[in-house]
Structure formats: structure tokens, C-alpha cells
């Protein structure tokens, strides 16, 4: 289990449940003409849906994650990654550059998911997001490095629901269950996070 900071999830989870309250007994109000035609109940679907997916995160970072991998060639793999990218950041554009002609073995369901965590992490906000692939070596083991750099201007976005902080460490878990790391960069190009994937021999 990765370290995080236990403040940051709590204060998150306190916004959460007063969001849930608020919008829970602005519902049950007499409906009025500032109800905007029951915003009231339509906040109310968003504010559960956002404490759903932050406590079904939290349980993932703790409980056993059951991988199922399948032989998958790097180029189906970034494929994947990217539109989950292209998904998460809207109309933003996503580019691939590189190639790494190797086959490794990943559940790809958990590694897309894996990436909310890893964007949530640049916070590239819409500007744009650039994925570098080749092949790499970690420790004798031959494998794939992808970098996702985000723009060197790139500023920080609407927040957003739930934590980052869990979002990162289920992230970080699901590359090492890969046998894989991340690390994060930053740098005058930008901020930057690797991963690297070893090979299926």
C-alpha cells in the first residue's frame, strides 16, 4: 500500500458528505422559481455519485485487486491509454510520438483506470498532454517506457471531486502489481510522469 496523506483524504471525504447534505436538504425544499427547475435533485445525483466513486476508490487502494493479464502489444496498450486520456481531459488534444514493438502482459481494464489517477497527478487542464513510447530497460529487465508530459505552460484546473491523494496511491499500486514503475518529473519541459512495463518474455 502506498503512503498518502490521511489529512488531505479526510478533508476530502468532509467535503463530500457536506456537499451530500446540503444538496440532500436543498431537495427537499418547496420547489421555487430559484430552484432552476429542480437543481436541487440533479446536484443532489452528482454529489452521491461523487461520494460513490470516492469511497469505491478508497476500498481499492485497500482491499486485494485481482489482475487479469493478457498479452498485449504496446500498441493496443497506448492506444488504450490515450483514449482514456482523450476521455478524461475532454476536447483537450493527446499526442503519441515513438514506438516500442514488445508485448506485455497487463490487465488493461485496471491500467486505463490507473491513468484517472496519473492525470489527476499533471493536472495538464485541458491544454494538451503528450505520451513518449520506447523501449527501456529497468534492473536487467527489458521492457516499455511511456512518458506523459504535460505542457510547460500548463496551469491548474477546476478542482475536481474526490482526492487525488487515493487516486495516485491505486495508481501507483496497480504499476506494481504490473511489476512496473512511476515516477514523476518536473522539470523546464514541463511536468512528467514514466512508466515503465516490463516485457512478456
Request: aromatic share 4%.
Amino acid at each position: 500500500m502506498n503512503e498518502f496523506d490521511s489529512s488531505a483524504i479526510i478533508r476530502d471525504l468532509e467535503m463530500l458528505l457536506d456537499q451530500l447534505y446540503y444538496w440532500a436538504k436543498r431537495a427537499q425544499e418547496p420547489r421555487s422559481a430559484s430552484d432552476d427547475d429542480g437543481l436541487g435533485g440533479r446536484m443532489l445525483e452528482v454529489a452521491t455519485a461523487n461520494l460513490e466513486a470516492f469511497v469505491t476508490t478508497l476500498l481499492d487502494c485497500f482491499r486485494p485487486l485481482e489482475l487479469v493479464p493478457i498479452r498485449v502489444p504496446t500498441s493496443d496498450l497506448v492506444s488504450a491509454i490515450a483514449m482514456r486520456a482523450r476521455d478524461e481531459l475532454g476536447a483537450a488534444s493527446v499526442t503519441v510520438s515513438g514506438e516500442a514493438n514488445e508485448i506485455v502482459s497487463a490487465d488493461v481494464a485496471y491500467l486505463t483506470r490507473a491513468m484517472s489517477g496519473i492525470l489527476r497527478r499533471l493536472d495538464p487542464c485541458g491544454r494538451g498532454l503528450h505520451l513518449a513510447v520506447a523501449r527501456a530497460e529497468r534492473g536487467g529487465r527489458r521492457g516499455i517506457e511511456i512518458v506523459l508530459r504535460t505542457s510547460p505552460t500548463a496551469r491548474a484546473g477546476a478542482p475536481r471531486h474526490g482526492t487525488a491523494e487515493l487516486e495516485w496511491a491505486l495508481a501507483a499500486r496497480v504499476i506494481a502489481l504490473h511489476a512496473g514503475e512511476v515516477q514523476e518529473h518536473a522539470g523546464p519541459r514541463g511536468r512528467a510522469i514514466t512508466l515503465f512495463l516490463p516485457a512478456d518474455s
